[in-house]
């Protein structure tokens, strides 16, 4: 193998020019083979893809280890590595991760632990968040008999080919790789508290059951709460005929949407669209995973199957469709519409009949319309926070392919 073929990245610092290093991961590594004989340590760890090295209790919520016999596990410093032969989406050779929690802990023998020498620990850390070692995982390993475990010797897999730059270079793309991490964290955070915030003031905005005032809202209003039966408030709407529209399906997270634009090949005969039931702007649909996301909110027209059910308010001038979009999705009313259609199970559609007895509390217009556009701005808020996050994931993914070798 010609060591100087493609011994630079596609993208580094312009002071650094000199060829990185091939070296295998023996040259700069040692097995841990320390095992906790006295029962020394007490806290077993476990390497998670997603996660890293963290406490195995907080991983699965329970000791899965004898905590009283820990005599056979390795002991895993601070900056070991831990190579976890479990496969999974995110590590489909299996994770290799950097214990950073600053204190020492056991690990099962099941995992490979390494020290290493001579080498940024957080350089080599940020290298194992590529797939470039990968191909050599596959051309030396394979998943064995279990589907789940990646099986490699220990002899081949120290022999693992690693670029490496000069100690300056190494540190400066750790540091880069870290800010890049603290920028993620900090958007995550921020998307997290924004997300808690909602679910905070979902519950205090809206009356507990049997109430009619809410714990918060705005102090220009006073009133009262109003209950009534959703076939107060609602009518079933089934318009047919009109196939030239174009069919939507019903999706959680965007409401309703053209069938064409969700990515599936969902097959449908289109004689059959005739018995279509239109969906207009503002109405509802009730479709078939209601018991999970709630009523789809149709902000487009066209056509929709026969099997769902569409609703439309009796008097437009009295309801807003934002504040009705928070109610459909909300866990409360989930819970609700479960309590009303007994017997019903995911896959046969909810009725206006099963529908139309469920109790339903709400404000007058002007709150509603208030209530729909404070939520319909946090709701941009946390599309905001989660558009930064996916950018600086997607920037950090991208750097990751060009900047290593």
Request: aromatic share 12%; hydrophobic share 35%; glycine share 4%.
């Amino acid at each position: 193998m010609n060591n100087k073929k493609s011994s630079v990245p596609k993208l580094r610092f312009p002071e650094f020019t000199d060829a990185w290093e091939q070296r295998k991961l023996k040259d700069f590594s040692q097995k841990v083979i320390e095992k906790n004989v006295d029962n020394k340590y007490t806290e077993t760890l476990t390497n998670s893809a997603e996660f890293g090295i963290i406490n195995q209790r907080d991983f699965f919520d329970k000791d899965i280890s004898n905590a009283t016999n820990l005599t056979s596990y390795y002991i895993v410093q601070n900056n070991d590595f831990v190579y976890n032969p479990r496969i999974s989406n995110l590590a489909p050779v299996g994770p290799i991760k950097r214990n950073k929690l600053g204190r020492t802990g056991v690990m099962s023998p099941l995992y490979y632990v390494f020290r290493i020498t001579d080498v940024n620990p957080t350089f080599l850390e940020i290298f194992f968040e590529t797939s470039i070692w990968h191909r050599f995982m596959k051309e030396n390993g394979d998943s064995g008999a279990r589907s789940d475990r990646f099986a490699i010797k220990d002899s081949i897999f120290i022999e693992m080919p690693i670029y490496i730059p000069q100690s300056q270079e190494q540190q400066k793309i750790g540091s880069f790789f870290t800010a890049l991490d603290r920028l993620i964290t900090t958007h995550q955070r921020k998307l997290e508290n924004v997300k808690k915030l909602k679910k905070s003031l979902l519950q205090k905005m809206f009356p507990k059951n049997g109430q009619e005032f809410p714990e918060i809202r705005f102090p220009e209003f006073t009133d009262a709460w109003e209950q009534r039966k959703s076939k107060d408030i609602f009518i079933n709407v089934s318009e047919k005929g009109f196939s030239d529209l174009p069919v939507l399906s019903a999706s959680q997270e965007f409401g309703m949407v053209k069938r064409e634009e969700i990515g599936i090949d969902i097959k449908y005969d289109q004689k059959s669209t005739n018995t279509y039931k239109r969906v207009k702007v503002g109405q509802f649909v009730i479709h078939l995973r209601s018991f999970q996301g709630g009523f789809a909110w149709s902000d487009i027209e066209g056509i929709t199957s026969p099997a769902y059910t569409i609703i439309d308010f009796k008097n437009k001038e009295n309801h807003h469709p934002d504040f009705w979009k928070i109610i459909f999705s909300s866990s409360n009313f989930i819970k609700k519409l479960e309590t009303v259609t007994y017997g019903i199970r995911d896959g046969r559609s909810i009725s206006f009949s099963d529908f139309s007895n469920l109790l339903l509390t709400f404000p007058k217009i002007q709150e509603q319309q208030k209530i729909g556009s404070f939520f319909t701005a946090l709701d941009r808020l946390i599309t905001t926070h989660q558009r930064k996050l996916e950018n600086v994931k997607n920037l950090k993914k991208a750097l990751l392919q060009q900047m290593f070798v």
